[in-house]
């Protein structure tokens, strides 16, 4: 979390998942194809279907890139499913970067 | 009840994408010469010259649907087609509202153009219409409906620009009555994307170019021009798709 600069906007309790890898897209329908379970999703997208779709391709989590503002709902949403859903005002390079370090040492 | 031929989805030269000869007169020619009663100018972010092309059909046959082509947060194009031109440039007010500030590069985008109904120059939209408007699909979908209008996802069955592939699914509950293909032919978009079948499936050209109208089109049966009558039409599945094989091809 503190590695990547990361706050946690629902699904604490799941927090302590495996990642086992990550991917990175703007496109729902494209996540939809390549995501998979124990993958942590970086997006900017901020739509609800962000929620529905990495619950059901059993991603990880999702990291909310950019900065952008999230709707409440979608927060409300990811929380009621103990989705983990994080954000951080960093740019997906820099956060996929980092991320690559960490599951790669 | 009337079967109109429509092509609900048509650009003017002031889309900077769209040929400086999207004049009003050149489409309103092109339209009639496709054998069309009803289209709808759907610029980029814009409905500047929806009245110029709604003039330059008078007396023609040709019924003109005011409208504009908005791109959402997620980047998906969404169709809004208004009852007048009035309103449609209210919803146009909104979106200036909500376009990022940045000025039109002609030289990277295209020109903007302006035009009275005789196809003259009246001026350039200097703020640059391809671009994302700070409101999310479902925002753009409940405030055109709020001002009498309805929106039609546009093309969902293309890679781009496209509500099924940006946004994965179509967001349930959405309050629209009906979504354009714009590449396939209506069946074998629900065969290639199952998340669409049971939706009503128009089809338009979304022409950029004189030879593009037309090559989509929607025979809807009308009991008048008017978004509550096409409503009725979307929703009863009182309209047949037909495409030009010949001419459905994209740049």
């Known amino acids: 979390m503190e590695h990547l600069n990361l706050q946690v906007l629902a699904g604490e309790k799941a927090l302590d998942r495996e990642v086992e890898g990550g991917y990175c897209s703007d496109l729902i329908s494209d996540f ?16 609800m279907n962000v929620v529905a779709v990495a619950l059901l391709t059993g991603a990880a989590g999702v990291v909310l890139t950019g900065g952008r503002g999230i709707p409440p709902e979608v927060c409300r949403k990811a929380e009621a499913e103990g989705l983990p859903l994080l954000s951080t005002s960093s740019r997906t390079f820099e956060v996929a970067g980092r991320l690559y370090q960490l599951l790669n040492p | 009840m009337t079967t109109f031929r429509a092509d609900l989805h048509i650009h003017t030269a002031l889309s900077p994408c769209a040929g400086e000869e999207m004049t009003p007169p050149a489409i309103v020619a092109a339209a009639l010469r496709a054998g069309l009663q009803l289209i709808a100018v759907t610029d980029h972010n814009s409905a500047g010259n929806v009245a110029a092309v709604q003039e330059a059909a008078r007396g023609t046959g040709l019924n003109v649907l005011a409208g504009m082509e908005v791109q959402t947060r997620e980047d998906v194009h969404l169709v809004c087609l208004f009852n007048t031109a009035r309103e449609a440039r209210e919803w146009q007010r909104e979106i200036y509202r909500h376009l990022p500030v940045g000025e039109n590069r002609e030289e990277y985008f295209g020109s903007q153009i302006l035009m009275d109904a005789a196809g003259r120059e009246t001026g350039r939209e200097t703020r640059l219409l391809l671009g994302s408007v700070d409101l999310g699909v479902e925002e753009v979908v409940q405030r055109v409906n709020g001002l009498g209008g309805i929106v039609l996802p546009a093309h969902v069955d293309r890679p781009a620009y496209s509500l099924l592939a940006n946004l994965g699914l179509i967001p349930p509950g959405l309050p629209v009555p009906a979504l354009e293909v714009g ?9 290639k994307f199952p998340a669409l079948s049971g939706w009503p499936l128009v ?28 409503t009725r039409a979307l929703r009863r599945q009182h309209f047949k798709v037909v495409i030009d094989a010949g001419r459905n091809n994209f740049r």
């Open chain 1, 32 to 47: 939809m194809a390549n995501g998979g379970p124990g993958c942590l999703w970086l997006t900017l997208q901020t739509h």
């Open chain 2, 183 to 191: 590449l396939l032919s209506p069946e074998a978009a629900c065969k």
């Open chain 2, 203 to 230: 089809a338009a050209s979304d022409a950029h170019y004189p030879g593009d109208i037309g090559r989509r089109v929607t025979e809807y049966d009308l009991e008048a021009v008017n978004i509550a009558a096409l």
